[in-house]
């Protein structure tokens, strides 16, 4: 169970991080994509820690 709450704080790292290099303007496609594909990520893991709880 740990191992999958590193996980997550794993996640919310990266997308801390990938938020925190998002320019105001002209934001790359691939940084949009890879922020959603992240935040869908996180979203399935914390739903897997809800149901084993």
Known sequence: MSEK???????????????????????PASMLIELEELEEELARRRAEQEREQ
């Open 5 to 27: 709450k590193t996980t997550i704080e794993e996640l919310e790292q990266r997308i801390a991080d990938l938020q925190a290099r998002l320019p105001k303007h002209s934001v």
